[in-house]
């Protein structure tokens, strides 16, 4: 995947599989958008998630 979760709102219908693979151990959010991801790179401003 090469585009940042915050612009793929469309793969959730399209490929949802690679979605829950990419968001099913969130380890960064998105301080724009609140989505979360596995890898750094698929959200476009990351902060690194720490457990409460």
């Known amino acids: 995947m090469a585009k940042k979760l915050c612009e793929l709102k ?20 998105c301080t724009k958008c609140g989505r979360v991801a596995n890898e750094k790179k698929l959200v476009c401003s990351p902060a690194k998630m720490s457990a409460v």
């Open 10 to 29: 469309k793969l959730l219908k399209k490929d949802l599989a690679e979605y829950i693979i990419n968001v099913n151990q969130p380890k960064f959010v």
